[in-house]
């Protein structure tokens, strides 16, 4: 065996040097391997003390942080993460499964707390509403102040709302707030802020109050004041009476100032001229009489929709008016009237005397006599007066001169004419039942200047 070669040796050499070239190189590239996976890096996602899951890129609790926001419908953006979920890399040398986004927005949940920038309003030290910023709770407080102006003056041409500012103060305080506070809807926040409740309140009755004025001041129905005061009787109030008002009570109370501008008619004067080419019972209008026109600004002050206090700023005379003139007859009238009477019918007995009657005043005598009965001139003089008035009736009054005159009611016919001379004893009508009268009979008066006496003292 001496005899080989040492060349074969040397192959034989080279041979397992080889092998173990290819050994060592596969153990290097399995070590590298091994040394690869070894590692293979992950990350622990805690919140507070909690555990929530492995994630192999910190980008996933980024991304779960933004689905999160987006399920409680918020722009990502717009929240502050109050406590960011820390990541802990670690190794390992079993494979761990990492979570998608969408496990680990389930996983964190709840437990993720957010803020978010937002506007408060605080009504008198009071926080009222929130709402997403500064510039929207500015909307806010203007869009309810414009309802309150539309309310106040709605379809009313002639009132301009000059100023309107809220009596309480209000103020807008921007926080870093929990998202649910935040009323991203104007609309609702609008009726948080007009919500009224209603509050208690006492009325006195002032002179001169009824029910539909004290409602109209109040905002409030005549039903709803009613519905407050059981037992009380609208047409039987008395002043001092208590009632009770349930009125509204805004969060805001808005106090405005508004000009009101109205015409309003100047009644005109009637100016009597005497004439002396006229008998005194003749009236001729010599010139019509024409309402003239004042326009009138008042300032009204309101809280509420309450009127507080109305006052006149100016008064401008747009048109005068035109007084009427009326010409009175002062043409003397020859009347030879005696300054006795006769008794105006045919007989009769005095059914009810002179004087106070049934709680009034019984200004003349009634003579029972049938319908139909002659009625005369007590004295001579003229018809002043003849047809119907009111509760006379038909009727006739005479004037005597010297200030007396008489007068006829209730009578069924006249037989004479305004300005007709009469004699003492003239027929001038029949008796009748026209006006207010119980029954047939003569109402007789005697006046002396317009005043009616008792007619009796004149037959003695
Ligand atoms: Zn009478």
New binding site residues.
Partial sequence: MGKEGPGLNSIRLLFRSKVALALAFCTAISALFLGLYLHHTAYRVVLGDTFVGYVDEPQIVDEAIRREALSRHWKPEELVLLERPTLVKTHSLSSLPSMTPDQLAAAMGPRLIFRVNAAQIWVDGQKRVTVPSPEEAEALLDELKEAYIRWVGADKENIQVVSVEPIEKVEIRTALVDPSQVLRSQEEALALLQQAPLVQQVYQIQKGDTLWAIARQNNLSEEEIMAANPGVRPNLLQVGQEINLTVPDPVITFRSKEVRVREESIPYKVKTVQDNSLYPWQRVTRQAGKNGVRQVTTEVVRENGRIISVETVEEKVLEEPREAIVAVGSKAVDISASGKFIWPTNGGKVT?SFGPRWGSF?S???IGVQAGTPVYAADSGYVRAAGSSGAYGLRIIIDHGSGYSTLY?HLSKITVNVGQKVTRGDLIGHTGRTGHTTGP?L?FEIRIDEVPVDPLRFYR
Avoid: F
């Fill in positions: 009810s019984h003349g005598i009634d009611a009979h109402h």
